[in-house]
């Protein structure tokens, strides 16, 4: 708006009248109308972006110390904004979390975004930055219960008893592709179980057996499932969506972000909340399963922030 009122301006200086005093008389018309305009035009965005703010809101706050609880200092040298930063350290992952579950609902947008840094270039600190979800009941929703290895529907061929620690299958080549997995039972094509929790041990094993395919568990099943039990093959690991921000953290503050709106069919996407999410909880890991800080490491986080833009 402002780029367009300067070139109107612009454009209203290259007319010409036949006399000085219309000339005058009528600049003076058009540049007071084109400030009219200007204002007008100005006042209009200020309410745009007020009902845009308005319609934001911050559902933690970082400085506010009775909605964390985890293994923290509070480092009052080394911030990015405020009076503090959390100075966090110990052994991979030690968390730091919100306390309370909060709400959600998929059809609004929301933003997760934290400042992260390490204290000391000589000793370098790694960190997540993530998000638990939760159902409808508050239980948690990890990656097993929502990651569907795609292509893997299938059925068992005989009964599986309580105590067994082997499972025969049809016959489907993409088992046999999957090294790591459990099986999701009761599992129909159109994903209406996730989040599943009726999940087996993880699997050992994935053998040819004849026409099926003979699946050994690393420990024994804790309930019976019949005959043309409906099946699919899961990733096997117990985390949530931890990964907004990773790796090893410069000595200056770097920005993580990630957006998420609307829910996923299946899978652990990072810009969509998993399937069956009613609630969730912030938080930050101290190191990286695959980058562990040394002893006397500290990862500064500062300006967490988790907000919703509803869509009303």
């Known amino acids: 708006m402002k780029r367009q009122i300067v070139q109107s301006i612009r454009t209203e200086k290259k007319f010409i009248f036949p006399s000085g005093s219309d000339v005058l008389a009528l600049n003076c018309y058009r540049i007071r109308k084109l400030l009219l305009t200007a204002a007008v035009s100005l006042a209009a965005l200020s309410i745009l972006t007020a009902n845009a703010a308005e319609k934001s809101e911050e559902l933690i706050d970082c400085a506010d110390l009775s909605m964390w609880t985890g293994k923290v200092l509070l480092n009052r040298e080394i911030r990015r904004t405020g009076v503090f930063s959390f100075e966090t350290f110990g052994k991979y992952p030690t968390e730091t979390i919100v306390k309370d579950f909060i709400p959600v609902n998929p059809n609004n947008t929301y933003t997760l975004s934290c400042f992260m840094r390490s204290q000391n270039a000589d000793k370098p600190a790694s960190g997540y930055l993530g998000l638990r979800m939760y159902d409808k009941d508050k239980k948690a929703i990890n990656h097993?219960?929502?990651?569907?290895?795609?292509?893997?529907?299938?059925?068992?061929?005989?009964?599986?008893?309580?105590?067994?620690?082997?499972?025969?299958?049809?016959?489907?080549?993409?088992?046999?592709?999957?090294?790591?997995?459990?099986?999701?039972?009761?599992?129909?094509?159109?994903?209406?179980?996730?989040?599943?929790?009726?999940?087996?041990?993880?699997?050992?094993?994935?053998?040819?057996?004849?026409?099926?395919?003979?699946?050994?568990?690393?420990?024994?099943?804790?309930?019976?499932?019949?005959?043309?039990?409906?099946?699919?093959?899961?990733?096997?690991?117990?985390?949530?969506?931890?990964?907004?921000?990773?790796?090893?953290?410069?000595?200056?503050?770097?920005?993580?972000?990630?957006?998420?709106?609307?829910?996923?069919?299946?899978?652990?996407?990072?810009?969509?909340?998993w399937r069956g999410t009613k609630y969730v909880k912030p938080f930050i890991w101290f190191g990286n399963w695959d980058k562990k800080p040394e002893e006397g490491a500290r990862l500064l986080v500062d300006d967490i922030r988790f907000t919703v833009q509803s869509a009303d």
């Open 144 to 273: 097993c219960n929502v990651g569907v290895y795609p292509d893997t529907q299938n059925e068992l061929t005989t009964a599986a008893n309580s105590g067994d620690r082997h499972l025969l299958v049809k016959q489907n080549p993409n088992w046999l592709k999957i090294k790591q997995a459990k099986i999701a039972f009761n599992a129909p094509a159109d994903y209406s179980d996730l989040p599943s929790f009726d999940l087996s041990p993880q699997v050992a094993e994935i053998t040819p057996d004849g026409d099926r395919l003979k699946v050994m568990l690393k420990s024994p099943l804790k309930q019976a499932y019949p005959a043309g039990t409906a099946v699919r093959l899961h990733s096997p690991w117990s985390a949530p969506l931890y990964g907004i921000a990773k790796g090893w953290m410069p000595t200056e503050w770097k920005e993580f972000k990630t957006v998420l709106n609307g829910e996923s069919e299946h899978g652990t996407p990072r810009d969509k909340f």
